[in-house]
């Protein structure tokens, strides 16, 4: 019933990659001198495994650029990114993937297994602000939930006029949060997550190429050097 969803964007599957990916560089040496650089440390729980992985999001894939060991429920990444993009975390013998933002700050992603997908960050504004735009965007969807056990009974007994009905409440939620997703990058369009969420619209069934291209144009040069708004240029052929 959800045709839309925004918090994975797409359906992810592993890719071996055995070389880091460009936009992902270590900065070992020089870590403590470079305002440019992250240094993730995750707190764990509920994890009975020792490896945790750094994915870099690839469209309709993900490829690992770096693992870390989990001690004592704590795993550490540093490195540098041109631009805030999303990653995403997988763990060792566990199937849960867990999409998140790098930005060059020291942030604490708190993790329990039991709970993977209500993880929270500390210390990473664009990370804070991507929570709230998925807390606002469940509550939405939670109507679609609603009306699954109406959806199953109407199936079920074949009753085409409830199902005509339902498909109509379903396109209305659809629309109010894409509604809601436009006014949450017109609000923040100063920030490098309206880039990713338009590059998301971009790709969803309810596309609107020309209002996808009106809130590109308000976006600030610098974030349009950025990969997801450069994703958006090239697919609209904006120059």
């Known amino acids: 019933m959800k045709k839309i969803l925004i918090f994975c964007f797409c359906s992810i599957f592993i890719s071996s990659c055995n070389k880091p990916h460009k936009s992902l560089q270590k900065k070992e040496n020089n870590q403590k001198n470079s305002h440019k650089a992250f240094v993730i440390t995750g707190k764990v729980k509920n994890f009975y495994t020792n490896t945790v992985y750094l994915n870099k999001i690839d469209e309709y894939t993900i490829s690992p650029v770096d693992s870390s060991l989990i001690l004592n429920n704590t795993f550490t990444f540093k490195g540098t ?86 498909e109509t409440q379903i396109k209305t939620i659809e629309s109010e949060f894409t509604n809601f997703s436009y006014q949450f990058i017109e609000n923040h369009k100063n920030s490098y997550l309206s880039a990713m969420l338009l590059r998301d619209l971009l790709k969803s069934s309810l596309t609107d190429t020309s209002k996808i291209k009106n809130n590109y144009n308000l976006l600030p040069e610098n974030i349009k050097k950025a990969p997801d708004a450069q994703k958006i240029a090239v697919a609209l052929h904006i120059r």
């Open 81 to 166: 990114v041109e631009y805030p993009e999303r990653y995403a975390l997988t763990f060792k013998n566990y199937p849960e993937t867990i999409v998140f933002i790098i930005e060059n700050k020291d942030f604490t992603m708190h993790i329990d297994q039991e709970h993977a997908h209500d993880f929270y960050v500390e210390g990473s504004p664009l990370n804070t602000k991507l929570n709230e735009y998925k807390t606002a965007s469940k509550k939405l969807f939670s109507k679609i939930e609603d009306l699954f056990p109406e959806f199953q009974k109407a199936r079920l007994e074949n009753d085409v006029k409830t199902l005509n009905k339902i």
